[in-house]
């Protein structure tokens, strides 16, 4: 009677550490690849030991669901997306995915991904953005946080030749003309046109500025580009080159030159980011360039008269949930997302890294979310709206091969807008059709 004693408490223990260390069979682990790195705390902030911030928002979410065991995963930044590719091979897909855009391609589909307004309310988040992930009515993804660009204007030199920037309604292609002859007269190129690689998000604002788009109402299957409103946008942009308004030799100018010329002071605008004028204009003080930090602002790209806004270009880093066979799995997966998609997580992102938020409404105001650049920017893509230039096409690389031997035969005056225009609609066809 005492082994048998004996026996039933050593099965009882052996039960309880199971139950202790996580074994039990109530546990329900959900992986979670939360990008490309760990983001830190902010340094008014103590990180109570987590690795990171999306270790904390883990732990949170195990503490509200009780029998969840979330883990975190960091896809390999170094072999672009190594990690998900093995659970991929091993048909071990996350139940969380959170990484930048162009990633998700082949996943926005009801063979990989759940329907998110099934789980959710997805009104919450810009509509402008929740469209991008919407497929056949169906939202595959939430927007976790949005990256866009302005034309950056260096407020200095309008004081330097006492000009005052007009209301937006008024800020048009010949307002822009009309303020590129007075920086001329004084010797400062109004912007640069960056041609060497083609046509990239730096310079086809110009030819939104006109009506433009590259595709629509998301419609990735045929490109709209080729339109006597694109042929003006492609005519303005030599304009300003032929003018001597823009700084000179465009098909030898990429990004990092705009970067350059205006963080030292030798350009009135560029496209660009934020990010570079506040990582650069004080690089350019410690190694001497220029003497002190000028001030700056970031603007829409000039309209045509007769319409009111330029978009500018953005991309954003969304999260898709796996939808499983288990119902159950689905609504917590479901809740994972929309937790780590949330305003917490968008608050870290906008204060340490500079990201926009997404979510209607919410506007952090610390850290790098305080600066005027950033807001300036924010406000930009909430007004004006972001150009659709088909980064959830599956041929967006290679639709952009064409436009470098185009664009420079433009530049150099070898053909016209609407031969550009027209043979690059050609290229585009025999790429999308291929497939």
């Known amino acids: ?16 550490i199971c139950f202790a260390v996580g074994q039990s069979e109530d546990v329900m ?17 103590d990180s109570k030991g987590y690795a990171g911030i999306q270790e904390m928002l883990a732990a949170k979410f ?31 897909p996350p139940d969380v995915w ?18 998110l307004e099934e789980y959710m309310d997805v009104s919450i988040y810009y509509d402008d953005l929740i469209a991008k992930y919407t497929v056949n009515g169906h939202v595959y993804a939430l927007p976790v946080s949005d990256i866009a660009g302005g034309l950056a204007i260096n407020l200095d030199m309008l004081d330097q030749i006492g000009y005052t920037m007009p209301a937006q309604e008024d800020w048009t292609t010949d307002e822009f003309l009309r303020l590129s002859a007075k920086l001329k007269a004084v010797g400062i190129p109004s912007t640069i046109i960056i041609t060497q690689n083609g046509l990239s998000d730096w310079n086809i604002p110009w030819l939104y500025a006109f009506g433009a788009e590259m595709y629509k109402n998301f419609d990735h299957s045929k490109v709209t580009i080729n339109s006597p409103e694109a ?29 350059e010329l205006f963080t030292s002071g030798q350009i009135f605008s560029s496209m660009m980011q934020n990010g570079h004028t506040d990582y650069w204009l004080p690089q350019q003080v410690a190694q001497g360039v220029i003497e002190k930090e000028f001030n700056l602002t970031f603007v829409e790209i000039p309209h045509a008269p007769g319409r009111k806004h330029t978009p500018v270009f953005g991309y954003q880093t969304i999260s898709v949930g796996h939808k499983s066979d288990d119902e159950e799995r689905n609504k917590m997966v479901a809740e994972l997302l929309k937790f780590v998609s949330g305003e917490e997580r968008q608050y870290y992102f906008a204060v340490v890294d500079g990201g926009f938020p997404t979510i209607k409404g919410f506007a952090p105001d610390e850290g790098t979310a305080a600066k005027p650049s950033y807001k300036a920017i924010r406000d930009l893509s909430l007004t004006a709206g972001q150009m659709d230039l088909g980064l959830m096409s599956p041929h967006v690389e290679e639709l952009a091969r064409p436009w470098k031997p185009l664009m420079h035969a433009f530049m150099d005056g070898k053909i016209t807008a609407e031969e550009v225009l027209s043979q690059y609609e050609a290229e585009a066809i025999k790429i999308i059709g291929a497939k």
Not at 106 to 112: F, H, M, S, T, V
Not at 231 to 259: F, I, R, S, T
């Open 98 to 115: 959170r990484d930048a855009q162009g990633y998700f391609l082949k996943y926005l589909n009801d063979d990989y991904a759940l329907r």
């Open 62 to 92: 195990e503490e509200s669901h009780p029998g969840v065991k979330v883990i975190v995963l960091i896809r390999d930044v170094k072999q672009g997306s190594l990690t998900v590719d093995a659970m991929m091979a091993k048909g071990e």
């Open 231 to 259: 042929a003006q946008g492609l005519n303005y942009m030599k304009k300003l080159v032929d003018l001597g308004y823009a700084y000179p030799y465009p098909n030898e100018q990429n990004a990092d030159a705009a970067v």
């Open 1 to 16: 009677m005492k082994k048998i004693l004996i026996v039933l408490m050593m099965l009882v223990l052996s039960t309880s």
């Open 29 to 45: 682990t959900l992986t979670w690849v939360a990008g490309g790195r760990m983001v830190p705390f902010p340094d008014w902030e």
